[in-house]
């Protein structure tokens, strides 16, 4: 499904982010692992064309990110907190977000009413804007705005950052049951390698830019990653 | 510990990202400060010689002291409109080893050190030397009523941060007292009860008993214990220092729907204007400048002599929310930016819906000036060219203009006296908006004449209209050429 190719990334002369060849099949779960500047953000930035590669590109389903922009209508991400429109309320953004991706107010609302139980009670009707929201519950709103619209490819930076153990424990499932679906490709990175062992069948660790580890979850996984991080 | 507090106000003020954006705002800004200082002062000095001119039977300083009440009102309407106490910043220190009360006494004292203080100053003490030297008050005389004077702008200073804090929030609180305001006004209009003169008579006692200075100094003082202790009060997260939390007015807009697919950018963009401070002024002053027109109209010097400069306010009256919100597009998206970006939006549709928006306002500004055919049929007609040539080159234009904006907004901050946004783009962009037309306006008039060169303007507009696909499509692809600088620059914060 992506396909990434001599992809480098320089500011001033410093490269964030440098990998060769890495591939990501269609209906995989791919978790991504790394330190703080590890160049996981910036690997989802230019997966999303935010920012140009300095070498090499992404293609996603075979059209190359930064050239073509048909990508876009069977992929979502939730980055951070500004990819939400603060002045909204959330059910405002959901419903905005649906009209982007030719989704009509019932669909919408049948997908939140899946999620019902995710939301705890603390996002819908509430008449707040996203602004006021706390940064978990903004968290929250983010990341099922991402699953709007049938997306073929989902990518969630750090998505269990900020949230409650029962939010995390309740997007562990939501996570898994999308990985279930064979149509689904979803990208998650985390600083918890034990969430991210959990929800995802393959991990790539990322260490200043390069991808140092690449496996398969087993049950040894865990393991071999604590040894790999424990410096 | 003042030190070290001053110390990092200091830094905050060089570092701070309004300050380092760019060196020609930073200068322009000096520049604004250094005219008002001068012009305040040539006030200072300027208006005893005046006065005496003009009323030489009266005492200049009685005029004055009538004229001080009138001061010290618009001074607080502007300061609350302008100033407010910058009480968030001490945030990060509340959980170390200070104490409380410091740091309150230093976010008050620190307000007194704004520039805004430094104006009365400057035309008082002038004023107090013209009085000293000429008539025959002792310097004792003198200085008690500038100290009085001084002690005023201060209380004026406090008084502001009460009223921001009791009615920042609730603006309908302010009409009992408006209410009031306006009775005075009334009074002082039909000559009932002059409150100036009454004001003035007080004042003018401190130069026979120069102790009763102390009077408006208690007044300071109260003042500053008042907000001292309410800031003491309120000095937790939870209620002084809590951010703003509105409350959600929610209507589904659903007569956008009939806009098609520029729907969902419509909604946002009303949203966008409507519920955050700083685009919601931009309408409101959008209406204020429509009485831009009284000014000219009325005056032969531009109606008979330089009918070019009425081309300028038709452009301004009917152009102004297409100024004020076109030039900022779309950092007005800047907060989520990236998001549109990675979107499944069509870029035609996006800036189709900032298009409408600014046509809309066009159409909207046009008829409500159209009483302005009281002085005249060709001043509406005019007018009504102008808004056609708006539609027409000028939406183009500033949206063409838009692709070069890289500067994050933040939606909430006033706009008054805000530059955060403003780069080389809109500094260059006033001229073909505003000049082009006048000079087109001018050529036209002066090789045939005025009814030609309305109609000249109106078809030049009528002509960008119908190209309007043409130049969306340039549009378009000049902000897709744009894509990753503007995304980089809209996160940059501050």
Not at chain 2, 222 to 244: C, Q
Request: with cysteine.
């Amino acid at each position: 499904m992506i396909q990434v190719n001599n992809l480098t990334k320089t500011y001033n002369g410093t490269t964030v982010l440098n990998i060769e060849n890495l591939e990501i099949k269609k209906g995989e779960s791919f978790g991504l692992v790394g330190n703080n500047g590890a160049g996981k953000t910036t690997f989802f930035s230019l997966l999303l064309d935010l920012i140009q590669p300095t070498t090499g590109n992404i293609t996603n389903n075979g059209i190359q990110v930064h050239l073509s922009e048909d990508w876009k209508p069977f992929t979502t991400a939730f980055i951070d907190e500004s990819f939400l429109i603060g002045y909204l309320t959330p059910e405002e953004y959901f419903y905005f977000i649906g009209d982007l991706r030719g989704q009509n107010k019932a669909d919408v609302d049948a997908l939140l009413d899946k999620h019902k139980e995710f939301f705890n009670d603390e996002i819908l009707n509430n008449k707040k804007y996203l602004r006021d929201l706390s940064k978990g519950n903004q968290k929250k709103v983010g990341i099922i705005a991402a699953l709007i619209g049938n997306p073929e490819v989902i990518i969630l930076d750090e998505p269990f950052a900020n949230l409650d153990p029962t939010t995390q424990i309740r997007l562990k499932r939501i996570i898994k049951e999308l990985a279930d679906n064979p149509d689904v490709t979803i990208l998650v990175s985390s600083h918890d390698l034990m969430h991210t062992v959990e929800v995802s069948n393959r991990i790539v660790a990322l260490n200043k830019g390069e991808v140092v580890k690449d496996i398969q979850t087993s049950e040894e996984t865990l393991k071999e990653l604590e040894a790999f991080f424990a410096v | 510990m003042f030190k070290r507090f001053l110390q990092l106000e200091l830094k905050s003020f060089f570092r701070s990202a309004s300050l380092g954006q760019s060196l020609g705002l930073k200068i322009f800004m000096g520049f604004l400060a250094i005219y008002f200082l001068v012009s305040f002062l040539i006030l200072g000095i300027a208006s005893y010689p005046l006065l005496k001119q003009y009323f030489p039977e009266q005492k200049p300083v009685l005029l004055v002291n009538n004229f001080v009440v009138i001061w010290l009102v618009s001074e607080l309407f502007m300061r609350f409109m302008i100033q407010s106490l910058p009480i968030m910043n001490i945030k990060p220190l509340m959980v170390n080893n200070i104490k409380r009360q410091e740091m309150i006494h230093f976010v008050l004292l620190k307000s007194l050190f704004s520039f805004y203080n430094l104006l009365t100053p400057i035309v008082v003490i002038p004023f107090g030397i013209w009085c000293w030297r000429e008539e025959n008050f002792t310097p004792l005389q003198v200085i008690a009523w500038i100290v009085a004077m001084l002690a005023l702008v201060i209380s004026v200073n406090y008084a502001n941060f009460l009223l921001k804090k009791k009615f920042a929030e609730n603006l309908k609180g302010l009409i009992p007292y408006l209410a009031v305001g306006l009775v005075f006004a009334g009074l002082e209009y039909f000559e009932v009860f002059k409150i100036s003169e009454f004001i003035g008579g007080l004042i003018h006692w401190v130069f026979e008993f120069p102790l009763l200075a102390l009077l408006p100094i208690l007044l300071a003082f109260g003042l500053y214990r008042w907000n001292f202790n309410y800031l003491k009060n309120n000095f937790y997260l939870d209620s002084g220092l809590k951010g703003k939390t509105t409350q959600v007015e929610s209507s589904d807009l659903a007569w956008t729907k009939r806009f098609g697919s520029i729907a969902p950018f419509l909604q946002l963009d009303l949203k966008l204007i409507w519920r955050n401070k700083r685009p919601k002024t931009t309408v409101w002053m959008s209406l204020v400048f429509l009485v831009y027109g009284l000014i000219f109209y009325p005056n032969p010097t531009y109606s008979v002599e330089m009918p070019a400069f009425l081309v300028f306010v038709g452009i301004f009256i009917t152009g102004i929310f297409v100024i004020n919100f076109g030039q900022f597009i779309p950092a007005w998206d800047s907060g989520y930016y990236s998001m549109m970006m990675s979107q499944n939006i069509p870029m035609r549709q996006y800036l189709d819906s900032k298009a409408g928006l600014m046509y809309f306002s066009i159409i909207v500004l046009a008829l409500l000036s159209t009483p302005y055919v009281y002085f005249g049929v060709n001043i509406l007609l005019l007018n009504l060219a102008c808004a056609v040539y708006n539609a027409g080159v000028n939406v183009p234009l500033i949206l063409y203009a838009g692709s070069f904006n890289k500067k994050r907004i933040d939606l909430e901050k006033s706009p008054m006296m805000n530059y955060q946004g403003t780069g080389t783009a809109q500094w260059i962009l006033g001229f073909p908006l505003l000049l082009i037309p006048i000079i087109l306006w001018y050529v036209a008039y002066k090789l045939v004449d005025q009814n030609f060169a309305t109609l000249s303007l109106g078809l030049i507009g009528l002509i960008g209209l119908l190209l309007r696909n043409l130049f969306m499509d340039k549009i378009v692809k000049a902000y897709k050429a744009k894509k990753h600088i503007q995304i980089n620059g809209f996160k940059q914060v501050g």
